[in-house]
């Protein structure tokens, strides 16, 4: 493997001048320059990017932390980072932190170790403290979950005002009795969209009912649980919010075993734009977080901090789309029959 001294040889140049002439440096002569850049050519001369940018006490590295790359939410993430960091020069470190507070710490504390550029992060909590981060003036772009630090920007989503409009979707389909399947107590991200959904009743004119609402772990096993238990209640609930995509599956599986179909015995909804939303039968409405758009808007405004350095923190607020399809639309031969049974079975004949 070529070095250094090697392109030096061959240019018939000190290995200074290639140091300069490979970083740019207006110093060279242009000639020199020509001279350099063929024999980095001929030669096929890699050059040494890590210790380059020790010189310059960082590296062309960007640390992304995420709660779980398994998680759709994050996938779609993780590929808005990595394209704007790609056409930029930078490479993506990613971390699975499994919104685990000792996990994160110990990656951000990688990233302080090991000099990256900057940070982008979905944060256990808003208290986090970065302050090691800035200490090292490494900037930080945080994704849900705001930061107050100077050193700190973050993109958000409309969380709450989505989860809302989902639960206004099935209200005005006329479903009665709304239940939500949720995350654990005390993630921000889910304590939003349980807001969202509270909110919704309440403008509704309708009663919170905490026996409505399941707090259950991110898995396929604690969807189906919750489900279950919903739905065997004396008075079942007519409709499903769920606020998270695995969760959804299982309460999927629960659904079609009691022999259940969405849009015709029961509403559903779910927040998280699922590749499979649309092959099932009938298709599920979803909210969808426009995931892709902020790990981009999160790249830029982490290009922008390294670029300009130090300003006031800014927040930038995305909006989710409620994407309506047949899992949430009441099924239209029920509206044919007598009032009665209708209004037993709380069908509205308003239609999205």
Same mark, same amino acid.
């Given at each position: 493997?070529? $070095?250094?001294?090697?392109?030096?040889?061959?240019?018939?140049?000190?290995?200074?001048?290639?140091?300069?002439?490979?970083?740019?440096?207006?110093?060279? @002569?242009?000639?020199?320059?020509?001279?350099?850049?063929?024999?980095?050519?001929?030669?096929?001369?890699?050059?040494?990017?890590?210790?380059?940018?020790?010189?310059?006490?960082? $590296?062309?590295?960007?640390?992304?932390?995420?709660?779980?790359?398994?998680?759709?939410?994050?996938?779609?993430?993780?590929?808005?980072?990595?394209?704007?960091?790609?056409?930029?020069?930078?490479?993506?470190?990613?971390?699975?932190?499994?919104? @685990?507070?000792?996990?994160?710490?110990? /990656?951000?504390? +990688?990233?302080? &170790?090991?000099?990256?550029?900057?940070?982008?992060?979905?944060? $256990?909590?808003?208290?986090? @403290?970065?302050?090691?981060?800035?200490? %090292?003036? #490494?900037?930080?772009?945080? #994704?849900?979950?705001?930061?107050?630090? %100077?050193?700190?920007?973050?993109?958000?989503?409309?969380?709450?005002?989505?989860? &809302?409009?989902?639960?206004? %979707?099935?209200?005005?389909?006329?479903?009665?009795? +709304?239940?939500?399947?949720?995350?654990?107590?005390?993630?921000? +991200?889910?304590?939003?969209?349980?807001?969202? /959904?509270?909110?919704?009743?309440?403008?509704?004119?309708?009663?919170?009912?905490?026996? /409505?609402?399941?707090?259950?772990?991110? $898995?396929?096993?604690?969807?189906?649980?919750?489900?279950?238990?919903?739905?065997?209640?004396?008075?079942?609930?007519?409709?499903?919010?769920?606020?998270?995509?695995?969760?959804?599956?299982?309460?999927?599986?629960?659904? &079609?075993?009691?022999?259940?179909?969405?849009?015709?015995?029961?509403?559903?909804?779910?927040?998280?734009?699922?590749?499979?939303?649309?092959? +099932?039968?009938?298709?599920?409405?979803?909210?969808?977080?426009?995931? /892709?758009?902020?790990?981009?808007?999160?790249?830029?405004?982490?290009? @922008?901090?390294?670029?300009?350095?130090?300003?006031?923190?800014?927040?930038?607020?995305?909006?989710?789309?409620?994407?309506?399809?047949?899992?949430?639309?009441?099924?239209?031969?029920?509206?044919?029959?007598?009032?009665?049974?209708?209004?037993?079975?709380?069908?509205?004949?308003?239609?999205?």
């Amino acid at each position: 493997m070529a $070095t250094i001294h090697d392109v030096a040889a061959r240019a018939g140049v000190s290995t200074a001048t290639v140091s300069r002439a490979l970083n740019g440096k207006a110093s060279v @002569d242009p000639t020199l320059v020509e001279r350099v850049l063929a024999a980095v050519r001929e030669l096929d001369y890699q050059p040494n990017a890590l210790a380059r940018s020790l010189r310059r006490q960082e $590296t062309a590295v960007w640390a992304l932390v995420v709660s779980d790359v398994e998680n759709p939410f994050c996938s779609a993430l993780t590929r808005g980072v990595e394209d704007v960091a790609h056409a930029n020069g930078y490479s993506v470190m990613l971390c699975n932190s499994d919104d @685990d507070p000792s996990k994160e710490a110990h /990656y951000l504390q +990688v990233a302080v &170790q090991d000099r990256v550029a900057g940070v982008i992060l979905v944060p $256990t909590s808003s208290d986090i @403290d970065i302050t090691r981060l800035a200490e %090292h003036n #490494i900037p930080v772009i945080t #994704i849900e979950r705001p930061v107050r630090h %100077h050193m700190a920007d973050s993109v958000i989503v409309g969380m709450r005002q989505a989860a &809302q409009q989902a639960t206004e %979707h099935l209200l005005r389909q006329g479903y009665e009795r +709304v239940a939500c399947i949720t995350g654990p107590e005390g993630l921000p +991200v889910f304590e939003d969209r349980l807001a969202g /959904y509270q909110d919704a009743l309440h403008a509704g004119g309708r009663q919170v009912s905490s026996g /409505y609402i399941r707090h259950v772990p991110l $898995t396929v096993e604690g969807g189906r649980n919750a489900a279950e238990e919903l739905l065997h209640l004396r008075n079942a609930p007519d409709a499903l919010f769920v606020t998270q995509g695995t969760l959804a599956v299982g309460a999927l599986e629960t659904v &079609q075993r009691l022999g259940l179909r969405t849009g015709r015995d029961l509403g559903f909804v779910v927040f998280d734009d699922l590749p499979w939303a649309r092959l +099932v039968d009938p298709p599920v409405t979803t909210v969808a977080p426009p995931t /892709y758009a902020v790990g981009q808007q999160a790249a830029k405004l982490l290009l @922008d901090r390294i670029a300009n350095g130090p300003r006031a923190s800014r927040s930038v607020m995305l909006p989710a789309d409620l994407v309506v399809r047949g899992s949430s639309q009441r099924w239209l031969p029920l509206l044919e029959q007598d009032q009665s049974e209708r209004a037993s079975l709380g069908v509205s004949s308003e239609r999205v």
